[in-house]
């Protein structure tokens, strides 16, 4: 086998690691997820609904220019984590971290 020679300056970094072609990509902004955005959508839609600015669904699906079928889906089946979710923040409730056993 031959033997392995600096040829560079002892003082600059060598990199075996090509530089990088064109821009650098920006970071992707963070993303809700949507299970998130369909439970805020529940939750702002029965506030319309008892408040009285919307007198029912349809008016609802007419205003977001989504279906009827559409907004008793989001509305009536809620996902699981749904009641979790709603009591994260909730007053009453410690805090998740709290209620785990330390084992």
Do not use: C, Y
Not at 47 to 64: H, K, T, Y
Request: overall charge positive; charged content about 25%; hydrophobic content about 35%.
């Amino acid at each position: 086998m031959g033997t392995l020679t600096r040829r560079v300056a002892d003082d600059r970094v060598v990199s075996a690691v090509p530089p990088r072609r064109g821009k650098p990509k920006l970071p992707r902004e963070p993303k809700t997820p949507r299970v998130v955005e369909l439970l805020r959508k529940a939750i702002e839609w029965q506030a319309l609904l008892d408040s009285g600015e919307a007198s029912n669904q349809a008016a609802i699906a007419r205003r977001e220019g989504i279906t009827r079928a559409r907004v008793t889906q989001v509305m009536e089946s809620p996902p699981p984590a749904a009641a979790g979710l709603q009591s994260i923040n909730h007053p009453e409730h410690p805090p998740l971290a709290s209620r785990a056993r330390v084992t």
